[in-house]
């Protein structure tokens, strides 16, 4: 019986166990058990319970235990545990904060009226008001040479300049270009806060382990009472909100947010938190993990679980068309009814984007599927073409396979819609990537090249597409296409056109995604209106309504 079982069949049974599994984790997550008996010993109660009467408190430090002094930025009195708020306070930087260093938010909750630094009864927690990241390469007009800088940096040299010393300025632009590849201070705008506001009952004997480094408590009598859990959300800290910190930034804006929460989500955030925390050590990029918490943070909880299982089944498709893709290219022997064309330029077109993708410096999750792919298309080509690689010594030779008849035919097919397509396809892209040289600016001449051949495969790729639609229109047949890896491919399309909504990635690459749906409806058209016959030859020479050759089987 388990010699029978296929292996897609094996990886849907392995998917379904894995989905299952990770809906129990996250139930576990978000459900807490309460204590039974609230007026056991067991019980560990809520020092909220009491309405008692609080204050926040932030200090900033250059070191995160308050050593070398820390200053008062932010102070609120009536502090309500259950009221939402949002403060912008300005925040002055110490010298060495300005010079590439760091600085400490030092937040408190503590008992009104009393010192933070003196109030047996406060809790607090350390976050870091600074980040270090590269910063982003300025980008130049590569005829004129004019640097597209901010405004602020224009008016710093046209400062320098009036002060007669133009030096200063040449040597800050050198050091700023010298220095462009090493990680510089960046300034953390936002800080945002929670506490728990609900009044839960702990078991001191199932205490969540996630909970319990966030869990101060004291002894009141024969009660065991928990102070409030004060939570720094880290996951709201992204890069579109990062201020780069030079010498003459001697103050710059924070803003405080604070908001309730419950328990559940606490405990799915703090979760969270460390997965981002261990994809940093295993060496993502802040740029990368940025992308991961903006699916966290700017969507709700109902659409977060939603993309969990999308993002899950895109998986699988993603597997499930890689591996029907390579059985159909490793069993296949004729290129009959197949365009050789749009085969070869379907390489050209990945490799194109996924260099496109690695100079935006776009998120791993994109990344890494389109290197993949890439590879496979490569192979693709070798296997189209018939292509066999010798190597003498360290010097490779390549030998091209001969076509037969029926190859002929399909390609002249293919070269007669390419022949059409080229009247349109080469001005469109030679005139694109003329006004981009003259009217954008770009890192370098690498970056331009780049970015004007994905221009032309997302603006135009998809009529690279219509010679394999004009080879099956000439041969009155789809059944030469891998049909199995296409519907695969095509639930993926219509995946990744929510995943568009929810990654960053470039724009082009995102209206690329929902051009893709075009095409795949035209070719379910096409397997509509050319049904199967089954007295054809399909892609590996054989017939359905073929007898059998040799001599029939006597009993």
Not at 284 to 300: L, M, P, Q, S, Y
């Amino acid at each position: 019986m388990f010699l029978k079982t296929s292996f897609t069949t094996l990886i849907v049974g392995v998917f379904v166990v894995y989905v299952l599994h990770t809906c129990w984790v996250m139930y576990g997550i978000v459900y807490t058990k309460p204590c039974d008996s609230p007026k056991g010993d067991n019980c560990i109660t809520p020092f909220l319970a009491g309405n008692p009467k609080l204050q926040l408190s932030i200090y900033a430090s250059v070191k995160p235990n308050a050593d070398g002094g820390h200053t008062l930025i932010h102070l609120e009195e009536n502090f309500n545990v259950n009221s939402k708020f949002e403060r912008i306070v300005n925040v002055s930087l110490p010298k060495k904060t300005r010079n590439n260093g760091t600085l400490y938010a030092l937040i408190f909750v503590h008992q009104a009226g009393l010192s933070p630094w003196q109030d047996p009864r406060q809790v607090h927690l350390v976050a870091q008001l600074t980040t270090y990241m590269v910063p982003k390469p300025p980008e130049i007009s590569l005829i004129s040479g004019e640097e597209q800088t901010q405004g602020r940096k224009q008016e710093e040299q046209k400062k320098k300049h009036r002060d007669g010393n133009p030096a200063a300025g040449t040597a800050a632009k050198g050091g700023a270009t010298a220095a462009s590849d090493h990680p510089v201070s960046h300034w953390r705008s936002r800080l945002t806060l929670n506490i728990v506001g609900d009044h839960f009952l702990f078991d001191r004997e199932s205490l969540p382990s996630d909970v319990h480094r966030y869990l101060r408590v004291f002894q009141n009598g024969k009660k065991m009472v928990y102070l409030p859990l004060l939570f720094v959300d880290e996951l709201s800290n992204r890069v579109k909100d990062l201020v780069e910190i030079n010498s003459t930034s001697t103050e710059l804006p924070l803003t405080v947010s604070y908001d309730s929460i419950s328990l559940g989500r606490l405990r799915f955030w703090i979760h969270m938190q460390d997965a981002v925390y261990s994809l940093q050590q295993f060496g993502f990029t802040e740029k990368d993990a940025d992308e991961i918490k903006g699916i966290f943070v700017d969507t709700n909880l109902y659409f977060l679980a939603l993309t969990f299982f999308v993002a899950a089944f895109h998986l699988l498709f993603d597997f499930l068309a890689f591996k029907n893709d390579i059985s159909f290219w490793k069993q296949k022997k004729s290129m009959v009814g197949m365009s050789s064309k749009a085969v070869l330029w379907r390489c050209f077109s990945t490799i194109v984007i996924f260099l496109y993708l690695f100079d935006e410096q776009t998120s791993l999750l994109v990344l890494i599927p389109a290197g993949i792919g890439s590879i496979i298309e490569v192979w693709k080509v070798k296997k189209a073409f018939k292509i066999q690689v010798f190597w003498k010594g360290a010097k490779p030779s390549f030998l091209f396979g001969k076509l037969d008849e029926s190859e002929r035919r399909t390609e002249e097919y293919d070269t007669l819609a390419m022949k059409y397509l080229s009247y349109l396809l080469y001005p469109l892209c030679i005139g694109g990537a003329l006004y981009a040289l003259i009217f954008l600016r770009y890192k370098s001449w690498y970056s331009w090249l780049i970015n004007s051949l994905v221009n032309g495969v997302y603006a135009f790729g998809f009529l690279f597409m219509l010679p394999q639609l004009f080879v099956n229109y000439k041969l009155k047949s789809v059944a030469h296409l891998p049909w199995k890896a296409f519907m695969y491919k095509a639930f993926n399309t219509f995946i990744d056109d929510v995943f568009a909504f929810i990654i960053t990635m470039p724009t082009s690459h995102r209206l690329a995604c929902f051009r893709d749906d075009v095409v795949f409806l035209i070719y379910l058209y096409q397997r509509w209106l050319y049904p199967v016959d089954r007295t054809r030859v399909n892609e590996y020479g054989v017939s359905y309504d073929e007898k059998p050759k040799g001599k029939p089987h006597k009993d």
